[in-house]
């Protein structure tokens, strides 16, 4: 067990709906980060907040947004969802602003568009 | 820019057999290497790193030598066994620009059969 939680553990929605994905992370850590991970592009890094202000951002599509929170949880926000954001989404969580802190990842969210 | 370049899977072998996994890197400046791991079901965790040139990570029976002379991170265990199959992925972090998250490779599955 990472210590960090992601809710829901499961999702199916339709084109066209909006889900909202909920990480947690380890106590103490500040930085939250936010991967996608399908069979045909792999481990994508989305987003990355550290003590609430965004860092960084990678690969991340415009239909899609994420904040952290003063209590340092995040959330990410998929809207106007496409068959193609079928995937994986991880959250992981360091106690540092800097990739070179080892990151904690969860059990992750599958999301599964219809 | 910095980038990981990891070989090609899948990777089958038999129980007790060698692993290598090669990972190659470009970077600017002194980045910090890391391998993560995936087990089937799970999010990934760190298996090992290396700070500077020379260091040799080590955990679980694996190791990896940071290698400056050839931009190198190979993963090595000398005799796998069957709970060893995941995905591992090779990652880098360099702290000396502006960029501070964690560069990905695109990560390698081995399948060990008994």
């Known amino acids: 067990d990472s210590g960090v939680t992601q809710t829901p553990k499961h999702l199916i929605t339709a084109t066209g709906q909006r889900v909202t994905l909920r990480c947690s992370p380890r106590?103490?850590?500040?930085?939250v980060y936010w991967y996608q991970q399908s069979l045909d592009q792999g481990l994508q890094f989305l987003i990355h907040y550290y003590n609430g202000e965004e860092r960084a951002k990678g690969n991340i599509l415009e239909r899609f947004s994420a904040q952290q929170f003063p209590d340092l949880h995040s959330e990410l926000n998929l809207s106007s969802l496409e068959l193609g954001d079928s995937a994986l989404y991880f959250c992981a969580s360091s106690v540092g602003n800097g990739g070179w802190y080892e990151q904690f990842f969860g059990p992750g969210t599958r999301l599964t568009v219809l | 820019g910095n980038s990981v370049t990891q070989m090609e899977g899948p990777v089958t072998l038999s129980e007790e057999a060698f692993l290598t996994i090669n990972c190659t890197y470009t970077?600017?400046?002194?980045?910090?290497l890391f391998w993560y791991v995936q087990y089937p079901g799970e999010g990934l965790q760190l298996l090992l790193k290396?700070?500077?040139a020379d260091d040799k990570g080590s955990n679980k029976g694996f190791e990896a030598t940071y290698r400056k002379e050839t931009t190198s991170f190979h993963l090595e265990k000398g005799s796998v066994q069957v709970s060893d199959s995941a995905v591992y992925f090779c990652a880098l972090s360099d702290r000396a620009g502006n960029n501070r998250k964690l560069i990905w490779g695109l990560g390698t599955s081995l399948a060990v059969n008994p």
């Open positions: 106590s103490g850590d500040l930085s």
């Open positions: 290396a700070t500077k």
């Open positions: 970077a600017t400046g002194y980045p910090s």
